[in-house]
């Protein structure tokens, strides 16, 4: 007997112009909280009277935090409602960002970063399971999910050359203002129009841990998701201090630097349904890996024997980004095509387990090879790649491929 979906508790009649307006702003603000900070990361150590390892912390437990939501606040969302969730996410994000443009001390700050994450991740948990209530089984879903990534693969583009503009004018509490400022704009246009729409006797059950735990193809996926997203984090986390401190790029500079990585993962991107028709799930994952790895190789070469400058440093980052786009494109078609009846928490998992590799692996490269230099972001393109192709490799035997 096939599935029923159960009724929500009122119709979804917004149009999808109007259900893009009110869900984009939240989509993207969670990762412009990220990406429009690190313009200001090298001078934060002398602002707050700290240590670039701290500074750092503010930048890996957001990640971190972001992904433990996912597996917190999507059970949560089940009984009390997507539109509780949102709402409450939106204003701690606000409130968080608020009382950051106006604090001086370490451990405020790092804890309002937190914060700023929780309330990131409970929006985001809320808008993608609105998406599955209202479009699930509607053609404008792939509408969609198409506009969010298009959205996002412009935000560590845009976001960096935003908080430089911010901060050269304005100073960089400006910065944490404007994330406030967007946020609660997009709460008060959300109030009045967001509906409930959680299924009346939707399941609310446990989270199916163990058959998606167990699954190799999940694991070898999802690891190879958090070895191109975590690549980009390990960049993002060492280029201010490698760039501008090492380099003696401005701010500015340095952000148009940083953009022209993701400039080349939204270029590969229009290409992506071709090599993936042709080279299936595991074969893109695969080349993803590789362009990670051959990015490494060229990394240490600049290491050892150049100084700092944007050949050194983000060129061989054009060819992780081309790896990143290969790896992403599937991994997640690829970890969640055995759990379609349970494709919500496999989701959630999908995402807190990659937000953890990337923010306790990606941060330990940093800490221990060093903030300033390329060796962390080597470091990481060596061993997550070959872990994920030993998993792949292991994972074509089982299948007998």
Not at 26 to 40: E, G, R, T
Not at 220 to 238: C, E, H, I, K, P
Not at 365 to 387: E, K, N, Q, R, S
Request: hydrophobic fraction near 60%; proline fraction near 6%; include cysteine.
């Amino acid at each position: 007997m096939p599935y029923a979906k159960p009724p929500c508790p009122k119709a979804w009649t917004t149009s999808l112009p109007a259900a893009m307006l009110l869900m984009a702003p939240f989509d993207i603000l969670a990762s412009l909280a990220m990406d429009i900070y690190l313009p200001v990361v090298p001078a934060m150590p002398a602002i707050l009277q700290t240590s670039p390892a701290v500074i750092q912390l503010t930048l890996s437990l957001y990640m971190i935090c972001l992904g433990l939501g996912q597996v917190v606040f999507g059970p949560i969302s089940d009984p009390i409602g997507r539109r509780p969730v949102l709402l409450g996410g939106a204003l701690l994000f606000a409130g968080a960002s608020f009382l950051l443009a106006g604090t001086s001390t370490t451990a405020t700050f790092v804890a309002l970063r937190i914060m700023q994450a929780i309330g990131a991740s409970a929006v985001l948990v809320a808008t993608f399971a609105t998406v599955r209530d209202v479009y699930a089984q509607r053609p404008e879903s792939a509408v969609i999910y198409g506009l969010f990534s298009s959205m996002l693969a412009f935000v560590p583009a845009l976001g960096p050359i935003a908080g430089a503009l911010i901060a050269d004018h304005f100073g960089w509490r400006a910065i944490f203002l404007t994330l406030g400022g967007l946020a609660a704009a997009a709460t008060l246009n959300a109030w009045p129009k967001w509906h409930e729409t959680r299924p009346i006797n939707g399941d609310g059950g446990r989270m199916p841990f163990r058959p998606i735990l167990s699954s190799l193809a999940f694991w070898a996926y999802t690891l190879g998701f958090s070895a191109a997203m975590g690549a980009f984090f390990v960049f993002f986390s060492t280029a201010p201090r490698l760039l501008i401190d090492r380099a003696g790029f401005s701010q500015l500079g340095f952000s148009l630097a940083f953009a022209t990585a993701a400039l080349v993962m939204i270029v590969t991107t229009r290409f992506a349904k071709s090599f993936v028709a042709r080279w299936g799930f595991a074969g893109s994952v695969l080349r993803g890996m590789v362009m990670l790895l051959l990015g490494a190789a060229l990394l240490a070469v600049g290491e050892m024997f150049a100084e700092p400058s944007f050949a050194t440093f983000v060129v061989p980052m054009w060819v992780i980004a081309v790896g990143i786009v290969f790896a992403v494109s599937v991994t997640a078609n690829g970890a969640l095509e055995a759990f379609g009846d349970v494709a919500g928490a496999a989701v959630a998992i999908y995402f807190c387990i990659q937000s953890l590799v990337v923010g306790i692996i990606g941060t330990l490269f940093v800490i221990m090879l060093g903030g300033d230099t390329a060796w962390p972001l080597v470091g990481y393109c060596l061993v997550l790649p070959v872990v994920t192709l030993t998993m792949l490799r292991q994972l074509r035997k089982r299948q007998g491929v």
